[in-house]
Structures are given as C-alpha cells and as structure tokens.
C-alpha cells in the first residue's frame, strides 16, 4: 500500500501535466470569437480611458521627424 501510494504521488503530477487545458479555444472560429472578443474589450476599455476627446497630434518637423525639443 505504501508503494501504491508513493507511486501515485510522483505519477499524479506527470498525468496532469499532459491533460489538456480546457481553457483555450480548439476551432478556428472559438479563436476568431476570442480575438474579436479580446479586442472588442481592448477598444471598450481605451474609450472610457480617453473620454470623448480625441489624443492631441504629436509635434514634428516638416520631414516627419520630431521636434527639436522631443529629441533629447
């Protein structure tokens, strides 16, 4: 009984390393619902952030480049 029991303990964690993880998604379209999903949440989440007012534009030269007082 005591072997029994030592070998189920070193074996235990061994077969519930392979099991599968139910958690995640196994078809191409759960996937898809989860990215849409994920980013449906993302977008959701940058709205309440910035509020209605748009993020003001960056500074930069003519040539794209930014401004002389952003390089430093």
Request: glycine share 4%.
């Amino acid at each position: 009984m005591n072997r029994l029991s030592l070998l189920l303990l070193i074996l235990a964690p061994v077969i519930t390393a392979c099991a599968p993880d139910t958690r995640m998604p196994e078809s191409g379209y759960q996937w898809e619902r989860r990215q849409e999903r994920i980013e449906r949440e993302w977008r959701d989440a940058q709205s309440k952030t910035q509020g209605a007012a748009p993020a003001a534009p960056t500074k930069t030269s003519t040539n794209g480049a930014p401004a002389p007082e952003d390089r430093f």
